[in-house]
């Protein structure tokens, strides 16, 4: 079902939520978040797509802004807020409002979100593009618990990845560093198997990956020693090559869905290690909503040594 408002306020897309509700007989206590998209017309379809999908796992309310930006003088001086609402099978297992700010009332986006919000539920900020340089003081940031960003989505990800170190606090996290799971979950594996002491690491990947960097630095901070970078073709990551007295432990994944895992004395594996959709990133994300401290590790490439 989907009900459209136009020029409209915060408390008429509430009562208009609870119609739609009442009309197909959803009741609105399963929901367990609410999900705030900030992001643009251009990559609007695909964000609620990837959030919906995740829904089925984490049923919530999804507020997407999208700001208009003003074509002409009156308009930016006029304020219009409209309102696309979608729930039953339109919205996944939870429901969606689309908000559309013009004029006055984009620069206070948090004022529309804030009445939107469902009680006594955990906030998410998702931003799929031009993330804000500081999102923990954002003012939607800071109606939340998490925030998530994406170092994939900007034209320079390697600077975008510094400035994530100067501005970070605890609820911030990162697309980029949320596809490097299978990876870290695979070298903690092999590293348990293998039982030797790491002399040297290596990440091959394509150029300005910042998954490629978030990884040596946690690589270095985990193992206390230097990860060298070395630029592939790609795509994205391509293998982790880790020294030791006997041989190299590598995880190799050239190109697909599969990767080869070579251990010192044992023959090679074959493992599963695809590139992971959108919507499984976020399915992830919204798992845990406390502090990511291996995030900030990686981060910042500060921690203590371990061998995992």
Excluded: C
């Excluded at 990440?203 to 690589?219: F, H, K, M, Y």
């Amino acid at each position: 079902m989907k009900i459209d408002l136009t020029d409209t306020t915060a408390s008429k897309i509430n009562k208009a939520l609870v119609r739609g509700r009442r009309a197909i007989g959803t009741p609105a206590v399963g929901m367990v978040l609410t999900m705030v998209i900030v992001t643009d017309e251009e990559n609007a379809y695909d964000s609620v797509k990837a959030a919906e999908d995740a829904s089925r796992e984490h049923p919530s309310r999804t507020l997407v802004v999208i700001k208009r930006h003003a074509r002409t003088p009156r308009e930016r001086t006029s304020s219009r807020l409209d309102a696309e609402i979608r729930v039953g099978s339109e919205a996944g297992t939870g429901e969606t409002v689309v908000l559309r700010t013009f004029g006055e009332v984009s620069d206070h986006a948090d004022s529309v979100v804030l009445p939107l919000l469902l009680p006594d539920a955990p906030v998410v900020v998702w931003w799929p593009v031009d993330a804000p340089d500081n999102p923990a003081k954002d003012p939607l940031g800071m109606l939340a618990q998490r925030r998530i960003t994406d170092m994939y989505a900007v034209e320079h990800p390697l600077d975008a990845l510094e400035a994530r170190v100067r501005s970070y606090a605890p609820g911030d996290t990162d697309l980029a560093w949320t596809r490097l799971t299978p990876w870290r979950s695979m070298l903690a594996a092999a590293l348990d198997q293998a039982r030797v002491r790491i002399t040297s690491a290596t990440v091959e990947s394509e150029a300005e990956n910042p998954s490629a960097e978030l990884l040596a630095r946690w690589l270095e901070t985990r193992l206390g020693v230097p990860a060298d970078r070395v630029v592939t073709a790609g795509p994205v990551v391509t293998a982790v090559r880790l020294g030791t007295a006997d041989g190299e432990i590598v995880i190799d994944r050239p190109e697909g869905p599969l990767a080869t895992l070579t251990l010192p004395g044992q023959p090679p594996r074959t493992l599963a290690l695809k590139v992971r959709p959108t919507s499984e990133l976020i399915s992830e994300e919204l798992r845990r909503l406390d502090a990511d401290e291996m995030y900030a590790i990686a981060l910042r490439g500060e921690g203590t040594k371990e061998d995992s």
